[in-house]
């Protein structure tokens, strides 16, 4: 009988801890997040982005199809959005999104190219 209770109380010490240190789907993990966009050829990729106040988005660059960069200008200009970035052939530029909405860019190198940032 001890052995019994002894594995009862066992197994109840396991589900427990499981319960402890599990977490449920409507938890956040703590601290902000930061999200990645690449230019592709001449595309944003992801085009749309979606992130939680106080994200970050990071933009990978490579050069475009014609080798000569990329930049990222928000337009139409809103208050909120953050900093343009300037041309870059490679490298990456990150944007802190402190504001809620929709922040809309594109690329003034190559016509055509855009993307977005919905912040939530």
Do not use: E
Request: charged letters at 10%; a neutral charge; aromatic letters at 8%.
């Amino acid at each position: 009988m001890r052995v019994i209770r002894g594995l009862v109380l066992a197994g109840l010490g396991v589900i427990a801890l499981t319960v402890a240190c599990s977490t449920s789907p409507d938890s956040k993990p703590s601290g902000n997040q930061t999200f990645d966009i690449f230019t592709v050829g001449d595309a944003f990729s992801p085009v749309f982005a979606t992130v939680n106040a106080g994200d970050t988005v990071r933009w990978n660059f490579s050069g475009g199809s014609d080798g000569q960069g990329h930049n990222v200008r928000f337009t139409p200009a809103v208050a909120g959005a953050p900093a343009d970035i300037n041309v870059l052939k490679t490298g990456t530029a990150s944007r802190v999104f402190a504001t809620h909405g929709t922040f809309n860019y594109v690329c003034d190198v190559h016509p055509g190219m855009n993307g977005s940032v919905t912040v939530k």
